[in-house]
């Protein structure tokens, strides 16, 4: 029998994972490899499995990082692709505070020794938050490093936002931090499947095996709006919520449009696509400490707001 490749996509909340997955599925379709996707997110619905096409099996890990709290479910959800599906690869989107080697702990389990061969972790990094990551907490600059220190292939994706001379120091850091790693330097994570293939996992130095997130509080909150929002409203909310929200990612409805829109917010950077199916108004947003309390406030006020006349 022969075994089915896994490949593990780690990177930090929004810097391109799945991007990089649409773009290795288009790739993989027009080869006609048969491929699954396994996809971890911290919150208790998952936004990003609808950029996944339809014809691809697709198990969720919700509410809880692979990397610690639901490390068994991933043995689970990976026995049961093997036993449903005639495979040739596995993709797993861990969460953006995942710690891969920890990931890669969980693939390798005895059970799989045969049927499973890891290809290895691609790392991809926001390159204007490497460059900027000094305003994060010391835990996330820990984990931004060992996500790259662990790779065997680095993406250093979003360049479009870096000038030039930046780069070229981005690029010095990331080699410095890991020799032996691929780096490839990309621009929504556009990559030919070639240059992720053929690569297997090197040996893996020891790491401490802390649990990053409690020591971030890394937590994610939802939140459903029942009626349309103003977009003024929502982008003053935006300029004024707790900069310790990294990430908000959602279907939202606003005022102007009959069309909901599908909303990502990464990094201080909003970014609106028009829907058109219809979809539940669900936002969920990501970040250290946050207050749910004052945040399902601040979010029921923007809803009246809106819609006082
Ligand atoms: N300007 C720019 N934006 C990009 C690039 N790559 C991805 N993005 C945008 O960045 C946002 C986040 O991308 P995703 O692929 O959803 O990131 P992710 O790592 O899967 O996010 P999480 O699952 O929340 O951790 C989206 O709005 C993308 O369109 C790039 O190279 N340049």
């Not at 102007?256 to 950077?269: N, T």
């Not at 909003?270 to 947003?285: C, D, W």
Request: net charge negative.
């Amino acid at each position: 029998m022969k075994s089915v490749e896994v490949y593990i996509l780690s990177g930090f909340l929004g810097a391109g994972k799945t991007t990089l997955l649409q773009n290795i599925l288009t790739q993989e379709k027009q080869l006609e490899r048969k491929i699954a996707v396994i996809m971890n997110e911290l919150g208790e619905v998952s936004i990003d499995s609808n950029a996944i096409p339809e014809e691809t099996p697709l198990k969720e890990l919700l509410n809880g990082c692979v990397c610690c709290t639901i490390q068994g479910q991933l043995e689970v959800q990976l026995e049961n692709m093997l036993r449903e599906f005639e495979l040739d690869a596995i993709y797993i989107e861990t969460t953006g505070v995942a710690h891969p080697i920890e990931v890669l702990d969980a693939c390798m389990s005895p059970l799989f020794a045969e049927k499973l061969s890891i290809q290895g972790i691609i790392t991809i990094i926001d390159a204007n938050r490497w460059k900027d990551r000094s305003h994060l907490s010391i835990q996330l600059r820990k984990l931004l490093i060992e996500q790259v220190q662990h790779a065997d292939i680095v993406l250093l994706n979003k360049i479009d936002q870096l000038k030039e001379a930046e780069q070229a120091n981005i690029v010095s850091e990331v080699q410095s931090l890991n020799t032996n790693g691929k780096l490839l330097m990309t621009e929504f994570a556009n990559v030919p499947l070639s240059q992720l293939r053929n690569y297997h996992v090197t040996s893996k130095s020891p790491h401490q095996k802390t649990h990053v997130h409690q020591h971030l509080h890394m937590r994610s909150f939802v939140h459903t709006f029942s009626k349309p929002i103003d977009l003024d409203a929502f982008e003053q909310f935006l300029k004024e919520m707790p900069d310790t929200i990294y990430r908000i990612k959602g279907y939202i409805r606003f005022t102007h449009s009959d069309k909901p829109f599908l909303f990502q917010y990464s990094y201080g950077m909003p970014l609106y696509m028009k829907e058109q199916m219809n979809r539940k108004n669900t936002l969920v947003f990501i970040g250290e400490n946050l207050n749910h309390q004052v945040l399902e406030t601040t979010l029921l006020q923007l809803e009246r707001h809106s819609n006082d006349s």
